[in-house]
T-cell receptor
Framework: AQSVTQLGSHVSVSEGALVLLRCNYS??????LFWYVQYPNQGLQLLLK??????LVKGINGFEAEFKKSETSFHLTKPSAHMSDAAEYFC?????????????FGAGTRLAVHP | SAVISQKPSRDICQRGTSLTIQCQVD?????MFWYRQQPGQSLTLIAT?????????ESGFVIDKFPISRPNLTFSTLTVSNMSPEDSSIYLC??????????FGQGTRLTVV
């Protein structure tokens, strides 16, 4: 069965600093992986997705993630944090693998950005 | 991308009552799902809404508590029945097709008092 682990329920960075949100997955076959962002009182918005093409995936708002099979990881990064990046971030894996829609979510990481 | 309208956006309900949440999509979609997000928690899949047939429920969720309808490819409802304070959550509709990622509605914030 697929599963997702997000290390760190809260991450705090200064404006302009590197953002690194960690995600590790468990899957018996090559998965599809996703990062979603949730702003307060809103639904989820897709940041980026990995679907077995390029291992380095670029998304919206300057975010990117690298799929590392050997480490079963899909960490989300952004070189320079902006105040507007403060939100909840969810890593998700598709179930069954290779599908786009039915998702298993990690616990989420709340990102705080300080001036 | 799909535009999803979810109603109501929020509600406060008395325990023991039921609330029906609607999800309307602006285009035909293959897949529709309902998720629950309890306060401060992640999203948990309740069920897959199947067009013209009974929904497929995940472990821990039952039809008597969360009846779901999907009469066509653009519309689904989720009912939260016989509510208790533990049902206070955000309920989200998610849609997609075979070749697209999942899109989410804005959610329904339910408070049971």
């Amino acid at each position: 069965a697929q599963s997702v682990t997000q290390l760190g329920s809260h991450v705090s960075v200064s404006e302009g600093a590197l953002v690194l949100l960690r995600c590790n997955y468990s899957s018996s076959v090559p998965p599809y992986l996703f990062w979603y962002v949730q702003y307060p009182n809103q639904g989820l918005q897709l940041l980026l997705k990995y679907t077995s093409a390029a291992t380095l995936v670029k998304g919206i708002n300057g975010f990117e993630a690298e799929f590392k099979k050997s480490e079963t990881s899909f960490h989300l990064t952004k070189p320079s944090a902006h105040m507007s990046d403060a939100a909840e971030y969810f890593c998700a894996v598709s179930d069954p693998p290779g599908g786009y829609n039915k998702l298993i979510f990690g616990a989420g990481t709340r990102l705080a950005v300080h001036p | 991308s799909a535009v999803i309208s979810q109603k109501p956006s929020r509600d406060i309900c008395q325990r023991g009552t039921s609330l029906t949440i609607q999800c309307q999509v602006d285009s035909q979609v293959t897949m529709m799902f309902w998720y629950r997000q309890q306060p401060g928690q992640s999203l948990t899949l309740i069920a897959t809404a199947n067009q013209g047939s009974e929904a497929t429920y995940e472990s821990g969720f039952v039809i008597d508590k969360f009846p779901i309808s999907r009469p066509n490819l653009t519309f689904s409802t989720l009912t939260v029945s016989n509510m208790s304070p533990e049902d206070s959550s955000i309920y989200l509709c998610s849609v997609g097709t075979v070749n697209t990622e999942a899109f989410f509605g804005q959610g329904t914030r339910l408070t049971v008092v």
